[in-house]
């Protein structure tokens, strides 16, 4: 396959180039080699979930039914449900990982861990109802930690942050019966529910989907976030840099890749450390150059202005540039062939995670106790491996791209002064309308193309972007995250953009922190006194690959936003599933999905759906 039809990165290219001369396998290859994809397979129409099986409904050759007798909805419905459930546990799991850090820092178990962003701390805590007065942090911060993991259990049966939704919003979720009790109660009834002989009826089966997700974005990705800033600092807005070319040539180079900023903290910390940077000219380098990628690398950027490699589809390239003595990993969005591509160079792919144990990688496992003793030891792992780079092999292509990032809400409520002067600039029509557009890359779709090509349009049309996750990134590589950026948006839009300084396009973080979406649209809908699913705004998922994107486009659906998605989901081999996720929604949240691969189209759908809402509000 041509590059060019691979990637719209300049940096990737010259490494997708070199992969394909050297024979370095990367996931274009290996998704060319699975084509042509089971038909049944990828409409939802196969079940592999029991011994009877497995079973493909097959219409055409009157093979109405699996051996259980489950039809080609409830197929379909159960295969969904089960992506929603997986995906969010991967993000509540993530969430609770960082809530029993903090549990542990305020306990001074937790060596190196503390509370950075005290006055978020005590902001939480009374919102948990939870007496802050003169105590100490860490006894408020134990309390909070304490009442967030009983959240994820089945006594309590309720979860705080779900409150934070406007009445409107929690109205619906009452009605439907889709308020979430509690962030782990709601995915194990999933995987019940996904049981042969339990979930019978696919409508049913696919708001425990929903019921499952909004545990996820109001529950587990929110608690993962909050903590995430009080633990180490809520983003504000800062400039850093952004693409493969942030490898430096002449410095050890370190690539931080996952999801968990518990990890890659204490790697920063440990990395400007003096001992270190002594070892690291002993061994001939200039340096130490700790560099992000996919979600782990946007909560570095956003809170310490650590540079971005890129996302997803660079994380095999970062390997080839040559230049790399350690990527660390963590958890999820992890090609678990990594160690392979990196058997061709000197890089050490090291894991971390006791759940990602990466045959072929160096295990060093990584828990809240020992943190910053085993990130010295990565640390020191990489230095001692710069001797090993071969020159003649390193190709850095290009330079890095500025970027603008660190919009929390936090940051875009002080940089506005307030929600209502945001309100004030859509409702006199500077600015449209929001979008958020989040997700992954897929080799289905030209790398960064959907992101770049739609975020473009929308920003045209004076439409607002957010952006979180490896959109972002894109976003980033694109140049989108400049404040020059600006010129590229409507007039009305660019000039609040000029006025503030910032770029038509925000970076909002990880995808845990689509919850920070959630809570800014929540935050719009509160001043105005609507339901989110009155708000002129839309989501767009243009390149979407993992269960987790799959629990985002529910929790945003089921929160009342207008969902575009850029790869069909495996759903089409049920008209009655399709139909339901595509217009029956809006009968219970007033909100649906879209499925449009080409993203001119995406924008058209979501200007329309903006200029609706507008209607409804009579603006
Ligand atoms: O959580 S956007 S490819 S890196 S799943 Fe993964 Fe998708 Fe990237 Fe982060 Ni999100």
């Known amino acids: 396959a041509k590059v060019e039809e691979r990637t719209i990165d300049e940096t990737a290219k010259p490494l997708i180039r070199l992969a394909l001369e050297e024979g370095i396998e990367t996931a274009w290859d290996r998704y060319e080699q699975q084509q042509p994809p089971c038909r049944y397979c990828a409409s939802g129409l196969s079940c592999n979930r029991c011994a009877m099986g497995p079973c493909r409904i097959i219409p055409e050759r009157q093979r109405f039914r699996g051996v259980c007798g489950a039809d080609a909805d409830l197929v379909v419905a159960r295969n969904l449900l089960d992506m929603i459930a997986t995906g969010a546990a991967a993000h509540s799991d993530h969430g609770r990982e960082i809530v029993e850090t903090l549990y542990k820092a305020a306990r001074g178990e937790a060596v190196g861990y503390g509370i950075t962003d005290p006055e978020k701390l005590r902001r939480i805590a009374e919102e948990y109802r939870i007496e802050t007065g003169d105590r100490d942090d860490s006894a408020v911060a134990g309390d ?172 095999e390239l970062i390997i080839a540039t040559g230049a790399l003595e350690v990527m660390i990993v963590d958890y999820q969005c992890i090609f678990p062939s990594l160690p392979r591509t990196a058997s061709c160079f000197h890089t050490h792919i090291v894991s971390t995670s006791p759940k990602s144990k990466v045959p072929g990688s160096l295990y060093y496992p990584f828990y809240p106790e020992s943190a910053l003793e085993t990130a010295r030891e990565i640390v020191s792992l990489a230095i001692a491996n710069f001797p090993n780079r071969d020159p003649g092999k390193v190709l850095i292509p290009g330079e890095p791209v500025e970027a603008m990032t660190g919009f929390s809400v936090e940051a875009i409520g002080h940089l506005f002064g307030g929600f209502k002067p945001v309100i004030d600039a859509i409702a006199e029509g500077s600015i449209l309308g929001a979008a958020g557009v989040v997700g992954c890359n897929n080799p289905k779709v030209r790398q960064d193309e959907g992101h770049v090509t739609l975020t473009k349009e929308l920003i045209r049309r004076g439409i607002l972007v957010v952006e979180t996750g490896c959109a972002a990134i894109a976003s980033g590589k694109a140049g989108l995250l400049r404040p020059e950026a600006a010129d590229l948006a409507a007039p009305g839009l660019a000039n609040v953009c000029r006025t503030f300084g910032i770029p038509p396009v925000l970076h909002m973080g990880s995808c845990v922190d689509c919850s920070r979406i959630l809570v800014l649209a929540a935050g719009l809908g509160r001043e105005l006194g609507v339901g989110i699913h009155q708000l002129p705004i839309a989501g767009a998922a243009p390149e979407w690959y993992s269960q987790k994107a799959v629990s985002i486009g529910s929790y945003f659906v089921a929160s009342g936003v207008f969902t575009v998605l850029g790869v069909m989901p495996k759903i089409a081999g049920s008209g009655n599933v399709a139909d339901l996720l595509t217009r029956g929604l809006n009968g219970l949240v007033h909100a649906s999905f879209a499925v449009e691969p080409d993203p001119v189209r995406a924008a058209d759908l979501i200007e329309a759906h903006i200029r609706k809402k507008r209607n409804g509000l009579g603006i």
């Open 144 to 315: 909070v930690a304490l009442a967030m993991l009983e959240e994820f259990g089945t006594v309590k049966n309720a979860i705080q942050f779900v409150q934070r939704a406007p009445p409107q919003t929690l109205d619906l979720w009452e009605a439907a019966g889709i308020t979430p009790r509690s962030v782990d109660r709601e995915i194990v009834e999933a995987m019940h529910r996904v049981h042969m002989g339990v979930g019978a009826d696919y409508a049913n089966v696919l708001l425990q989907g929903l019921r499952a997700s909004l545990g996820d974005g109001w529950g587990g990705s929110l608690m993962a976030t909050e903590t995430s800033d009080i633990l180490f600092g809520t983003p504000q807005v800062n400039m850093s840099r952004v693409n493969l070319a942030v490898l430096k040539d002449d410095r050890v180079n370190i690539a931080l890749h996952g999801h968990n900023p518990v990890l890659s903290e204490m790697i920063v910390r440990a990395a400007a450390e003096p001992a270190m940077l002594e070892l690291a000219e002993e061994a001939g380098s200039a340096g130490i150059n700790l560099v992000g990628l996919c979600c782990t690398g946007n909560e570095l950027l956003m809170r310490k202005g650590i540079p971005q490699a890129g996302n997803h589809l660079n994380q």
